[in-house]
């Protein structure tokens, strides 16, 4: 199973863009990468899923480069709404056993 | 309208007890899930289930026990309450039907359990 590791917490202000990156050097070639959001007291959302280069929605984009070891979160522009916490998840389409949130990245977004 | 929602919201009761955690989702999915977020908050899979039939069981213990009448609901029953099964406790649905990270999950809103 990938391993993946994130800061444990970052600070922004209002109006930034905010980039979370994820390790998660022993990534598979058939491992997708996946982002969820979870606000206090809430269940996780998902946010994006990519497998290479770039990947962008309304929400966020994901920018994963050639050798797969690392994938960053772009949010553009965050608001205090953004505050919450941030989750990386590396697994193949169809395996089971590795649905584990590790402890992801607390965003603290600052007025 | 709620997608996947969980009844009750908080749940205190006292150690050895037993308890029920209800979820239903109107979301039209096969696959629903049980996860528990403990005190360091991590979030980790207990069950899954695909129209009524298990396909993911962690290693949980055997007082957990999932039951899903219908594909819409996956309820959680926890006999002999331990002090540390006290966590939020997440229900889950996905569309797709492997149980994998890929799928997109929708969550509902936790229960906060409390085991005095």
């Known amino acids: 199973l990938a391993k993946t590791t994130q800061p444990i917490s970052m600070d922004s202000y209002e109006g930034q863009e905010v980039n979370i990156t994820c390790s998660h050097n022993?990534?598979?070639?058939?491992?997708?990468i996946t982002w969820y959001q979870q606000f206090p007291s809430q269940g996780p959302r998902f946010i994006i899923q990519g497998y290479k280069t770039k990947v962008t929605n309304e929400v966020a984009s994901l920018f994963i480069p050639a050798d797969r070891k690392s994938s960053t979160l772009s949010l553009p522009r965050v608001s205090l709404s953004d505050t919450a916490v941030y989750y990386c998840?590396?697994?193949?389409?169809?395996?089971?056993?590795?649905?584990?949130f590790g402890k992801g990245t607390k965003l603290s977004v600052k007025p | 309208d709620t997608a996947v929602s969980q009844t009750p919201k908080y749940l205190v009761t006292q150690m050895g007890n037993d308890k029920s955690i209800k979820c239903e989702q109107n979301?039209?999915?096969?696959?629903m899930y049980w996860y528990k977020q403990d005190s360091k908050k991590f979030l980790k899979i207990m069950f899954s289930?695909?129209?009524?039939?298990?396909?993911i069981n962690e290693t949980v213990p055997n007082r957990f026990s999932p039951k899903s009448p219908d594909k819409a609901h996956l309820n959680l029953h926890i006999n002999s309450l331990e002090l540390g099964d006290s966590a939020v406790y997440f229900c889950a649905s996905s569309r797709q039907t492997s149980g994998s990270v890929t799928d997109t999950q929708y969550f509902g809103p936790g229960t906060r359990l409390t085991v005095l």
């Open positions: 022993n990534i598979a070639t058939n491992d997708y």
């Open positions: 979301l039209g999915h096969d696959t």
């Open positions: 289930y695909n129209n009524k039939e298990l396909i």
């Open positions: 998840l590396v697994g193949e389409f169809g395996s089971q056993g590795n649905l584990i």
